[in-house]
């Protein structure tokens, strides 16, 4: 029985950090760590920073914040995370390191760590590293890759957490920049930062696409700088002071940019104003903007799946022998390969990723259509379908959408994972529970576990869905 | 004072997520778990906030 202590957080500090990051290097399951809450300096930072495993080590996200890091310490651990898959080997630093979501809210690191902030997303000591070519077999950001064993991921962070930091205006505007030549980074929170409209507009300007920008260029933009490509899908932009100069600015890019699924502009409070037509008119776009871009990603969804379908009966055509041997031994061979190649031992699935899209119940829906859409059958004219994994953490999906769902898993086969973390799917019936205020539903990794964060009791489509993807998974083993 | 080797049990037993928020563990507890962890391979997600 693990005793408790009543207090808040574990008292940790650089010794106890220390010891952890020795073992980060030699460690192979440790996915996600979290140490948010704690006394880490920048001493603890260093130590963490050079604990980090290469590229293919095991470690993913890494929780700092709520403790005493500063600048130094930020730049310790975002020089590990540089978006350099190829680092120049005449520079001696340390190769990328293997976290891809790194959170350091509520640490007083000041403007200067957008400096460091950019470095990561350049590279280390160069031009932007271009990851588009690397071995991710991506076919549509991410939302949707084959998963390959063996595959090593591109470098760098796809999430930057950096709320109420100190960065300022000026230094949101820094790293405005630097995302304009972003491939990879997807999600950032610059929340509580005192950005204003000046911060906005400059991270407005900075993410609109090339054609947009290109005008914009070559008439006054005289930084050299190239218009934007960015990958990023999730701006948080909350408490920052935005008022309705930041809220036109963020509708211009809107209605342009098609890489935003979400955007959090709350808790500015001048855009609360339903009085001011102008900022009801621009956060009317906004909102257009996202939900057009989310159908535009559930729409690339379906065409991932015929296109991974299409891969899987070409693949299995091409393993196919040419030749028959008419001698008895050639034949047993060939026979054998026949069966073989009739349903080969496909082990892809699809992922299909929208986590933290927002996509509400009412993108669910539309996705499940598209999954329905989908044969059914785990094979087809010999062929064995990739599976389909489905990832909506963190969606705003309530219990009414994951019934929804439900129903979808039951009627697809193919689906074998629905992750659905962090979906308000209990509100609706938390009245039914003693614990309270459940708001979140974890379904573990593995798909085996369906259950409230507190470990409620789990939801009617928790459970269905649950079963649904337990029955199809087995039915797939025995394909 | 409780013994460290309480908030090995999860290792023990081979879970894959270790969640030990607020349970002012401490240099010392934090220490133990880092000796724990280098020979451990089933933990995916520890939590010490």
Redesign the interface.
């Known amino acids: 029985?693990?005793?408790?202590?009543?207090?808040?957080?574990?008292?940790?500090?650089d010794?106890?950090?220390a010891?952890?990051a020795?073992?980060l290097q030699?460690?192979?399951?440790?996915?996600?760590?979290?140490?948010?809450?704690?006394e880490l300096t920048d001493v603890g930072a260093v130590a963490m920073a050079q604990g980090l495993a290469g590229p293919e080590g095991a470690l993913k996200t890494l929780?700092l914040g709520y403790n005493d890091i500063s600048v130094e310490g930020a730049a310790a651990l975002l020089a590990r995370c540089h978006h350099s898959p190829n680092p120049n080997p005449e520079n001696d630093g340390p190769l990328p390191c293997s976290l891809t979501s790194l959170d350091l809210q509520f640490n007083e690191l000041g403007p200067g760590v957008a400096d460091v902030v950019v470095a990561a997303l350049r590279g280390r000591g160069g031009p932007l590293a271009d990851n588009s070519s690397s071995s991710s077999s991506s076919t549509t950001g991410s939302t949707t890759s084959s998963t390959t064993s063996n595959a090593v991921p591109p470098a760098g962070l796809t999430t930057l957490g950096l709320l109420q930091t100190g960065l300022g205006s000026s230094g949101a505007a820094v790293v405005a920049e630097a995302l304009r030549t972003n491939t990879v980074l997807r999600s950032l929170d610059l929340g509580s930062n005192e950005i204003g409209d000046e911060g906005a507009a400059a991270l407005a300007r900075a993410l609109q696409p090339q054609q947009e920008a290109g005008k914009l260029a070559s008439e006054a933009d005289d930084s050299g700088n190239n218009p934007s490509k960015s990958a990023l899908a999730h701006l948080f932009l909350f408490d920052n002071g935005i008022e309705e100069a930041g809220a036109a600015a963020l509708a211009s890019l809107l209605t342009h940019n098609e890489q935003l699924t979400f955007l959090d502009l709350e808790e500015n409070d001048a855009l609360d104003d339903d009085d001011n037509l102008e900022v009801a008119a621009s956060m009317a776009l906004i909102e257009a903007g996202l939900q057009r871009n989310r159908k535009a990603k559930i729409n690339q969804a379906a065409k991932a799946i015929a296109d991974a379908d299409a891969a899987a009966a070409q693949s299995a055509a091409s393993a196919a022998p040419e030749t028959v041997d008419s001698s008895a031994a050639a034949s047993a061979a060939t026979t054998a390969a026949r069966a073989s190649a009739a349903v080969p031992p496909c082990s892809n699935a699809i992922k299909l990723n929208f986590e933290g899209d927002g996509l509400g119940d009412e993108g669910a829906i539309l996705l499940l259509n598209v999954l329905l859409e989908a044969p059914k059958s785990s094979t087809t004219a010999g062929v064995l379908l990739p599976e389909l994994e489905v990832v909506l953490d963190d969606c705003g999906i309530t219990e009414a959408g994951a019934l929804r769902l439900a129903e979808c898993c039951e009627a697809q086969p193919r689906m074998t994972q629905l992750s659905l973390k962090f979906n308000p799917i209990f509100k609706q019936s938390a009245a039914n529970f003693d614990e309270g205020d459940e708001d979140e539903v974890g379904i573990?990794?593995?798909g085996d576990v369906a259950k409230g964060g507190n470990g409620a009791s789990t939801s009617p489509a928790a459970e269905r869905i649950e079963t649904a993807l337990a029955n199809n998974r087995e039915a797939r083993s025995r394909e | 004072m409780?013994s460290f080797a309480?908030?090995l049990?999860g290792f023990q037993e081979g879970a894959?997520?270790l969640d030990?928020?607020?349970?002012?563990?401490?240099?010392?507890?934090?220490?133990a778990?880092?000796?724990a962890?280098?020979t451990?391979?089933?933990?995916?997600?520890?939590?010490?906030?």
């Open positions: 029985m693990i005793p408790i202590f009543h207090s808040r957080e574990n008292g940790i500090t010794t106890g950090a010891a952890l020795r073992v030699s460690n192979t399951s440790l996915r996600y760590l979290d140490l948010q809450d704690n929780q573990e990794e593995s | 409780a309480s908030y049990v894959v997520v030990l928020e607020g349970e002012g563990i401490g240099d010392d507890g934090a220490v778990i880092a000796e962890l280098a451990n391979t089933t933990l995916t997600r520890l939590g010490l906030r």
